[in-house]
């Protein structure tokens, strides 16, 4: 099948994934052509995306609410960039999700690190809650010495790094000071 037969599919259905099935083109050539001829906007990938994309856009869009003077990068400049997602004031920041996970009896919420300067990690409070009042740790990312982590409720990152969610403004303008004034990794 012809990317120009799978845009009738498309058109015809409106239907991606159905899009994709039928025409065994791979979504990403797909997405990027009806990205090209304005069928789809960039923010359609949520349609498609994963659960645990979609928690991750969500914790995105909460991290926006609680910090409106943040740049978003993905919206404005560049969709799904693997480095950082908001830019506040020169500091760049790269928003993460957790859900509460159990292993072997070990409760406990993982992500990788990043070459953000600062990592805003939003942790499900309990299994199933999601971004109902998570908890927010404000991580600098120097600090981190793997590309992995776990952090658990009795460990020091989550007793060190956790800040309620009316500090996430005031944290960031402190780091993105120290920052200017070429502080930062003195500071941390």
Known sequence: MTINEAEEIFKS??????????????AYVLFMHFLKR??????????????????????EELFQKLVPKAVDINSNF???N???DFVYDGLTI?????????????EYWGFRNSEADIIVAFLERKKGSELNNPYILFIPTRIIANKNFHITKNGNYFSSFRIPESK???MLQYYATLKDMGMLSVAI
């Open 168 to 170: 996430c403004s005031e």
């Open 94 to 106: 790269d928003v993460k999700y957790s859900s509460f996970l159990t292993r072997n009896g070990n």
């Open 13 to 26: 259905n409106n239907d991606f994934q159905k899009t994709v099935m039928e025409s065994r083109i791979p």
């Open 82 to 84: 693997p480095t950082y």
């Open 78 to 80: 560049k969709m799904n």
């Open 38 to 59: 304005g069928l789809i906007n960039k923010h359609s990938h949520i349609e498609f995306a994963s659960e645990s994309m979609k928690k991750g856009v969500a914790a």
